[in-house]
């Protein structure tokens, strides 16, 4: 069984940093490009970013373009998003996602249950 | 950016009636549609991609159509615990991919 638990939300202020870690298992990580995902209070979804299997391209949404970074650790089975230079709208639930198999890589096949960062002074 | 646009925002019905959600995107997207279940408290599920193909958890009272720009998800005969937040999303050329607002499936 796919088994993906966020941790590292919490409360910071604007301007600070927080790095979020997704653990992976029931899965052989090192095959899956990994993405994250995430939903304001209330919120609809947005996606974020996403990695591919090795690490070796990234992309971003434009509205976290340069704050935001995705890396991965395989033999860990660990995904990270390190979040920079934060803003009160950055304020969320993030969201880990697995990928789907081979050319369905940027499917977002299987959903961790998030981890709450929250934004404010 | 690729836009898309849901309708209606919210949809009143009762268990046993069928549910039409509409999705509409800015510009063509082929087939590269996916959509997406989310009760409250919840992560999301997937339910439809490729516009109409169902992962095999899936009941097959879900089911996806279109291409272009404009996608259906239908649910044939809803169930209790069908009554969620519904997303599209496309999924087309790379990423970054973009969502719907959303369509609430609310109880009658």
């Known amino acids: 069984e796919v088994q993906l638990v966020e941790s590292g939300g919490g409360l910071v202020q604007p301007g600070g940093s927080l790095r979020l870690s997704c653990a992976a298992s029931g899965f052989n990580f090192n095959y899956f490009a990994m993405h994250w995902v995430r939903q304001a209070p209330g919120k609809g979804l947005e996606f974020v970013g996403s990695i591919t299997t090795n690490g070796g391209s990234t992309y971003y949404a434009d509205s976290v373009q340069g704050r935001l970074s995705i890396s991965r650790d395989n033999p860990k089975n660990t995904l990270y998003l390190q979040m920079r230079s934060l803003r009160t709208e950055d304020t969320a639930v993030y969201y880990c996602?697995?990928?789907?198999?081979?050319?369905?890589?940027?499917?977002?096949?299987?959903w961790g249950q998030g981890t709450l960062v929250t934004v404010s002074s | 950016e690729i836009v898309l646009t849901q309708s209606p925002a919210t949809l009143s019905l009762s268990p046993g009636e069928r549910a039409t959600l509409s999705c509409r995107a800015s510009q063509s997207i082929s087939n590269s549609l996916v959509w997406f279940q989310q009760k409250p408290g919840q992560a999301p599920r997937l339910l439809i991609y490729?516009?109409?193909i169902r992962p095999i958890d899936i009941p097959a009272r879900f089911s996806g159509s279109g291409s272009g720009t404009d996608f259906t998800l239908t649910i044939s005969s809803l169930e209790p615990e069908d009554f969620a937040v519904y997303y599209c999303?496309?999924?087309?050329?790379?990423?970054?991919?973009?969502f719907g607002q959303g369509t609430r499936l609310e109880i009658k």
């Open positions: 490729d516009a109409s």
């Open positions: 999303q496309q999924s087309y050329n790379r990423p970054p991919y973009t």
């Open positions: 996602v697995k990928g789907g198999s081979g050319t369905k890589w940027d499917l977002l096949e299987d």
